[in-house]
């Protein structure tokens, strides 16, 4: 079993930045493929970056040269550094993580969840 607890959420103006974190409760999540997904009202949730066991990243079109996704094994800690904000990624987000496959960027593929944290940009 592995919990997920999001914070660093919280509201930013345009041009701004947040960084988010995921403290993990899992003794081998190191092994673990990890994501941060997000979703706003009345839309799908999309996947915004993944890492994989190897440390090796992967982002959303619509966030990728912004974000920079990171973890420390030491901490147990997943991150999500999001630069240059825009109104248009205001949502919650959320991590997850599961055994790594070839969707690592699709919801289906992750089995926990951690409650989200809410982020907003305001214009």
């Known amino acids: 079993q592995i919990e997920l607890v999001e914070s660093g959420g919280g509201s930013v103006q345009a041009g701004g930045s947040l960084r988010l974190a995921c403290a993990v409760s899992a003794y081998t999540w190191s092994r673990y493929c990890m994501a941060w997904f997000r979703q706003a009202p009345g839309k799908e949730r999309e996947g915004v970056a993944s890492i994989d066991s190897d440390g090796r990243s992967s982002y959303g079109i619509s966030v990728k040269g912004r974000f920079t996704i990171s973890k420390d094994n030491a901490k147990n800690t997943l991150y999500l550094q999001m630069n240059f904000l825009k109104p248009e990624d205001t949502a919650m987000y959320y991590c997850?993580?599961?055994?790594?496959?070839?969707?690592?960027?699709?919801?289906?593929?992750?089995?926990?969840w951690g409650q989200g944290t809410q982020v907003t940009v305001s214009p």
């Open positions: 997850a993580a599961d055994s790594c496959s070839a969707w690592a960027l699709r919801a289906f593929a992750y089995n926990y």
